[in-house]
């Protein structure tokens, strides 16, 4: 990794990279202060109220994703279903990850703060499906067996969002999450198994043969800010979900963070990981993706990224380097967390190999720079475009070079926070703050 057979393409060694400075971006910053509350207030509307009944056993989902404060938000609708006479319970919704084991996945909860103390209700994590039967000519649509047979309401609880992997009316919800995440390993590998082309037509048409055969009396869909903080709270009831879901959507994307400017040279990320984005690294954010269906050549991304170095895996994603694939190069550190089972367990089944591709890997950051610097075209180390973000959800605090500045400036949205400074490396050769 760190040889001096690397030497003839460490530039700027010889030469000065750019100073970069700190900027803060102003996204929608409307949020829920107290998720209690507005979970309270949705369960008080008589449509919603009067679907639980006294001695009703309810099932709440919990995904894998990042979702904020989602804890908080299963423990006040476990509160409100027993408000009710309801007998409330969690069961994950997330087809493959946590290795597609019962004990992964409930592990996975529990770094959320998703356990029986901090819901107030108890976790029940199988692998176990029912086959509710087929849609579309012969794929088998599959169900969470304990939640199918244990409980006599199930309510999704999960965030309305652009998919990282495809584009349609319907992307990322709770129609996604009765879908694939309650159909578990099975139901998620025999869904990408049509590849995701086929997402946009599949997603409604077995969420909607899983509404007429499951006892699914509403879902709660959760939208975020711009900041990654809980905007929306609202109760849909079934017949309904796949309508409004629609309108959530078109909302969601409005509010979604972006990085700023028209193109980048070297984008650093300090972590990937699914907790982040189903993706590792949100395509919607990056400007690209594996599967050819977010961004084509009649839709190309703004920002335009050369080269994408990654420095390292978050935690919470416990070694689950989905993603990975996207970057260019990355720490050493990094490569070094993967943990091959949930991650190669997690791209079979969603048919997508190429997201485990391991880049070229480094010891420090500087080589890591250095070579990302020298795979770009058309860029001198002096002038070139780089941005730092701490991980593809929270975009609000950045470091940009000198030569992007003025032009993220003048957008009226992007305001500097701090001096320029220079991109130093400590003794170690890893970036210095």
Known sequence: MDTPAFAPFATFRRGELPRWVRVRQRFEAGEIADVAAAVAAQFARPEIAHTIRPGTRVALTAGSRGIDRLAETIRAAATEVRRLGGEPFVVPAMGSH???????????????????????????????????????????VWFDRTAYEGADAVIPIGRVKPHTDFRGPIESGLMKMIAI??????????FHAQGFAEFHRLIPAVARFT???VPI??????????????????????ARIDGREQ????????????LPGERIDVLIVDALGKDVSGAGMDPNVIGRDLTGLVYTPETPPLPRVQQIFVRDLTPDTEGNATGIGLADVALGRAVAKIDPVSTWMNCITSKNPAAARVPMAFAT???????????????DPETARIVRIHNTKHIEDLWVSEPLLPELLATGRVDQIGDPAPIAFDTEGMLAG
């Open 98 to 140: 946590g290795g597609a084991t019962a004990e992964g996945q409930a592990a996975l909860l529990a770094h959320y703060g998703v356990t029986a103390d901090g819901v107030g209700c108890p976790i029940r994590a199988s692998m176990e499906t029912v086959r509710l039967g087929e849609v579309e000519g012969g794929v088998p």
């Open 217 to 238: 009396p509403f879902g709660i869909a959760l939208i975020e800010n711009g900041y990654g903080r809980l905007r929306v709270i609202e109760a849909i009831p079934a």
């Open 211 to 213: 509404l007429a055969r």
């Open 181 to 190: 995440g309650l159909g578990k390993q099975k139901g998620a590998d025999a």
């Open 247 to 258: 309108e959530l959507l078109i909302q969601a994307r409005d509010w979604m963070a972006r």
């Open 365 to 379: 950051d500087r080589d890591a720079l250095a070579i990302a610097l020298a795979c770009c075209l058309q860029t």
